[in-house]
């Protein structure tokens, strides 16, 4: 059965590799960009997708509501990557709190517009580099919104948590169960740079959340934003290869569609289509899988 190799290793030193890795990422986000506090997709329409399940997931990790969702459907390995080292801290607490605190106390501490640092899960077992970024506000009297330092502002981040998938009440507890069993792993990095740093097993994920990261596509050299066919294509190249035959691909197109056209040709030229999914939940742009053609 493959497997992959940082599966036994240590969050810490998986951020090791890329401590001094600074390399041009293909978005406009960077290594000291802030975290949304929540979903601004809306994510829980993914619940309909009919993705493969008890299968490794990739996804970027974004507000952290991915990986949460993802392993609490069934996947049991999640890869979560991100340039952003906010994202990946705040994500590794969220998912701890998930898979440990009950509803009403992830939902007093996380959810909760009115959170303050007094009531944030603090002792859970995270890397060094979260404990870094978050420890300094275990005296704050703020409220976590109002925290800059680490997250973008309210409005700006939209932080529909309702739209998350796994913040309902009513499926909480399962889904928590479910994760509870999955394992976690962040890299600090670029997707293309990903694939290029670690050993990936041809045809190995079950499904792949690229979230809106190719409405932010750019060129690294000129820092333009590049939508194109081109731009597209060693991005979703990669991640395609290591796909299950039944894998599925799963992104938020936003941003009036700016770069539809080019995830289009490009998932074409890949032997992918790909579909709307129903609109069920709030939030910004439509959820889209894309699948292997017959």
């Not at 979560?80 to 709190?97: L, P, T």
């Not at 997707?191 to 050993?199: A, C, G, I, Q, W």
């Not at 041809?202 to 979230?211: Q, V």
Request: proline share 5%; hydrophobic share 35%; with cysteine.
């Amino acid at each position: 059965m493959k497997t992959m190799h940082t599966t036994n290793e240590s969050q810490d030193s998986i951020y090791a590799r890329y401590k001094k890795d600074e390399p041009a990422s293909v978005t406009i986000f960077n290594r000291q960009s802030r975290a949304y506090r929540f979903t601004n997709e809306p994510l829980a329409d993914v619940l309909d997708a009919k993705l493969p399940a008890d299968a490794p997931s990739l996804i970027i990790t974004g507000a952290g509501d991915a990986p949460c969702l993802f392993a609490g459907m069934g996947s049991n390995e999640i890869h979560c990557v991100d340039i952003s080292e906010r994202s990946n801290a705040w994500c590794e607490y969220k998912f701890g709190a998930f898979t440990q605190m009950p509803y009403e106390k992830f939902s007093a501490a996380l959810i909760d517009s009115h959170a303050t640092w007094s009531t944030f899960p603090f002792d859970i077992p995270v890397s060094s580099l979260a404990k870094g970024i978050f420890e300094p506000h275990r005296e704050s009297g703020k409220n976590l919104i109002n925290t800059q330092a680490i997250f973008f502002d309210q409005g700006y981040a939209g932080s529909i948590a309702e739209s998350a998938g796994y913040t309902e009440q009513d499926r909480y507890a399962a889904m928590q169960q479910n994760a509870m069993h999955a394992t976690i792993r962040f890299y600090l990095t670029d997707l293309t740079k990903f694939f290029e740093k670690e050993r990936v097993p041809d045809g190995y994920f079950g499904a792949a959340y690229l979230s809106n990261m190719l409405d932010h596509t750019k060129d690294p050299e000129t820092g333009l934003f590049d939508f194109s066919t081109t731009r597209m294509l060693p991005v979703l190249k990669p991640v395609t290869q290591r796909l299950r035959k039944d894998g599925a691909i799963v992104l938020n197109i936003q941003w009036g569609d700016r770069a539809k056209k080019g995830i289009d040709e490009a998932l074409d030229q890949l032997g992918f289509g790909m579909r709307v999914l129903p609109n069920n939940y709030i939030g910004c742009g439509r959820m889209y899988v894309a699948t292997r053609k017959a």
